[in-house]
Nanobody
Framework: QVQLVESGGGLVQAGGSLRLSCAAS????????MGWYRQAPGKQRELVAG???????AYVDSVKGRFTISRDNAGSTVWLQMNSLKPEDTAVYYC?????????WGKGTLVTVSS
């Protein structure tokens, strides 16, 4: 079982940037993929960005060209660099890890983008 803790959320003006971090601890074996999800008020949780064990990345269309996901395997940390933020990006952002078909979730960090 892996434990995930997100950090880096906060309040930022439109056009600004934030960098989210997800620190993993516990059992680190067989982590196949990690990703960032977000859930805005009244909306369903959606995948924002994901990265596999092979290094392949994927992004939801709305953040392509603005967000970048990366992973430091040695440090057991995954980051989400968010640039050119828009008010529509306001949400609670959650880190997710998948190992042996089982998913672990962080508790989330709030990102608020003001206009």
């Amino acid at each position: 079982q892996v434990q995930l803790v997100e950090s880096g959320g906060g309040l930022v003006q439109a056009g600004g940037s934030l960098r989210l971090s997800c620190a993993a601890s516990g059992s680190m074996s067989s982590i196949n993929a990690m990703g960032w999800y977000r859930q805005a008020p009244g909306k369903q949780r959606e995948l924002v960005a994901g990265i596999t064990s092979s290094g392949s990345t994927a992004y939801v269309d709305s953040v392509k060209g603005r967000f970048t996901i990366s992973r430091d395997n040695a440090g057991s940390t995954v980051w989400l660099q968010m640039n050119s933020l828009k008010p529509e990006d306001t949400a609670v952002y959650y880190c997710k890890a998948t190992q042996n078909g089982v998913s672990s979730w962080g508790k989330g960090t709030l990102v608020t983008v003001s206009s």
